[in-house]
């Protein structure tokens, strides 16, 4: 039986402990975004104000050759500005890509009963949580999105204990990844003054998470989102996002696209993956590379799909910005801090922009 939704109880219930999800609930038959979804007016993404990112994609397949400097300073460029930016020729096969979109929206359609048998309460493995919005139990308004979320181990791991529906495919979306992870990585290090065979390197990309987001069609997309303002908690963020759109960015600092506090689109571009940077690069670049501030939108015409990979450090890994460069600008504008407890603060809140990062501010930090 469907429940009321106009019923906060109810519809918690039915959505969040009962694994139907936002699918769940539109699948029913829902016409109008219930209270429970809906945004308070500053939270609301206005899509007609909102400009598009015309910045090019930079084309990685230059790298390690002649042209090599030059699409570093375009790397670099972009980690000190927007904290956004597409990558073509990037290694992972575009055919791999299509079939990452297909397998994700297949898998939400599946019956809720064969999802929700991987929620965090009776998943039967720890690599693997079906969800839905961000931290349900502590959001004012819920984000309209449910989400599939694959810890990655060793390949052994993933085998055994991936939904079998989107292993394979999962898999070798982060195989192919992670090299270029790697190689990004690298450039923007070396730019600290880094050398490549130094171990935080590979430290800062130790971990990796694959999720799968599904956001339903929304009957009200301008009361929702899909996601709420926030950074990503970790180092580098791959992101493939299917030819709807409705990624949006917020601007920091003036400069020649946008002003600051603007939020932009990042627009789909076949064959484009979009890597971003993540707060554990802000805090080891001592506030030069910007983990970018975004949410996504809803839509009323069709379901969306975005499936990013995030890099994180190893839990026990200190973090704290590069010795060399708190040296060279007079202040270490955050602490030294454990990432596991970087990680359990960002899990226990609900999204509000770049909140987290207050979480390891040096007081002494204007």
């Known amino acids: 039986m469907v429940p009321s939704f106009d019923d906060g109880t109810s519809l918690y219930n039915f959505v969040v402990r009962d694994g139907n999800g936002v699918k769940g609930m539109v699948d029913s038959g829902l016409t109008t975004v219930p209270v429970a979804y809906m945004q308070p007016p500053r939270e609301r993404i206005d899509k007609e104000s909102a400009r598009k990112h015309e910045q090019l994609p930079i084309d990685l397949s230059r790298l390690d050759g002649p042209e ?8 670099v460029r972009a980690a000190e500005t927007l904290g ?3 990558v073509i ?3 992972v096969p575009v055919d791999l890509l299509e079939s990452l979109k297909d397998t994700a929206n297949k898998f939400f359609g ?10 965090s309460e009776v998943s039967p493995t720890p690599l693997v949580k079906y969800g839905t919005s961000f931290v349900p139990e502590k959001e004012a308004a819920l984000e309209w999105k449910d989400y599939i979320s694959l810890q990655y181990v060793n390949d052994a791991e993933a085998l055994q204990h991936w939904p079998i529906e989107i292993r394979d495919v999962a898999l070798e979306y982060l195989r192919t990844s992670i090299k270029m992870v790697r190689k990004l990585l690298e450039v923007l290090m070396v730019n600290l003054g880094m050398k490549l065979v130094d171990p935080k390197i590979d430290a800062l990309i130790d971990k990796k998470m694959v999720n799968m987001n599904f956001y339903p069609t ?6 929702t989102v899909g996601v709420g303002r ?8 791959v992101l493939l996002q299917d030819g709807i759109g409705g990624l949006y960015v917020k601007i920091e600092e003036d400069m020649r696209f946008g002003k600051k506090g603007e939020w932009v689109e990042i627009p789909p571009t076949p064959g484009a993956l979009v890597i971003n940077v993540g707060d554990m ?3 080891v670049s001592n506030k030069r590379y910007k983990s970018a501030e975004h949410r996504v939108r809803t839509t009323n015409t069709t379901s ?8 994180i450090p190893k839990l026990t890994e200190k973090i704290a910005p590069l010795p060399h460069l708190v040296e060279k600008d007079g202040i270490a504008h955050y602490r030294e801090f454990l990432f596991a407890d970087y990680m359990k603060n960002f899990f226990g809140n609900a999204h509000e922009g770049k909140k987290s990062l207050d979480f390891v501010k040096n007081v002494d930090s204007s």
């Not at 929304?218 to 009361?223: E, F, H």
């Open 68 to 75: 090599h400097d030059e699409v570093a300073i375009e790397i």
């Open 84 to 86: 956004f930016f597409q």
């Open 89 to 91: 020729n990037h290694g």
């Open 110 to 119: 599946l019956p809720p009963e064969q999802k929700a048998v991987y929620r």
């Open 218 to 223: 929304c009957p009200n997309p301008d009361l």
């Open 230 to 237: 926030h950074s990503d908690m970790g180092t580098i963020t």
């Open 281 to 283: 690069l802000q805090v």
């Open 304 to 311: 969306r799909v975005s499936i990013p990979i995030f890099t």
